[in-house]
């Protein structure tokens, strides 16, 4: 079955600080690595995505780490704002075929 | 900026009955989605629809559920003898193209509660 295992579930960061969400994956076909942002009532927005023939990529203050042999990706997010609180999906994808991780929920306390 | 947009926003209907839920995707997009997600839950891949016919499709979509491209903009699901646990928020997506630039772009959501 295909699957992405998210963690944690939820995680309260102070402003100024770090976030770090963890991600893995199982099917060795998915090429395509994506992570969403979501605010309540809204529907997912593509942050930053990165495919597996690299291991990091950073969009300002948003990183995904990527390790192929380990089947993980992570997403850090520096200097972490209270306007970054929302749910924050992984995803992994082949053949239009997406599959997403069950999110986690960010809370940056001011 | 040109968007996907779903509707109607909020969808009632009771249970064993057929919903229709739209979408318009965006203009030059080529590939379309649907997913849904239960209240508090992961969003779910439903299919994808590329050149009038499905490509893709999971578990979830069973045969109570169909997807159409009746013209040049809208894109629907259909889902027949509605059950309880088809409550959801249902997002329509498009993107241009697949793989690397293969960013989807999500409508707001239509809530579905099947009563």
């Known amino acids: 079955q295909q699957q992405v295992k998210q963690s944690p579930q939820s995680l309260i960061v102070q402003k100024g600080g770090i976030s770090i969400i963890n991600c893995a994956y199982e099917n060795t076909a998915f090429d395509y690595f994506p992570w969403y942002q979501q605010f309540p009532g809204k529907g997912p927005a593509l942050l930053i995505a990165i495919r597996p023939d690299v291991s990091e990529k950073k969009e300002g203050r948003f990183t995904i780490s990527f390790n192929k042999s380990a089947k993980q990706f992570s997403l850090h997010i520096m200097d972490s704002q209270p306007g970054d609180s929302a749910t924050y999906f992984c995803a992994a994808s082949s053949n239009n075929d997406m599959r997403f991780g069950a999110g986690t929920r960010l809370t940056v306390k001011p | 900026e040109p968007e996907v947009t779903q509707t109607p926003s909020h969808q009632v209907t009771q249970m064993g009955q057929e919903v229709i839920l739209r979408c318009v995707p965006i203009?030059?997009?080529?590939?379309f989605y649907w997913y849904r997600q239960i209240l508090g839950q992961k969003v779910e891949f439903l299919v994808s629809?590329?050149?009038?016919?499905?490509?893709?499709k999971s578990e979830i979509f069973d045969d109570r559920f169909s997807v159409e491209r009746p013209d040049g903009s809208n894109f629907t699901l259909k889902i027949r003898s509605t059950k309880l646990e088809d409550s959801a928020m249902y997002f329509c997506?498009?993107?241009?193209?697949?793989?690397?630039?293969?960013?989807?772009?999500f409508g707001p959501g239509t809530r579905l509660t099947v009563l």
């Open positions: 203009s030059n997009h080529l590939y």
């Open positions: 997506a498009s993107s241009h193209g697949r793989s690397l630039y293969n960013e989807q772009f």
């Open positions: 629809f590329y050149n009038n016919e499905i490509s893709e």
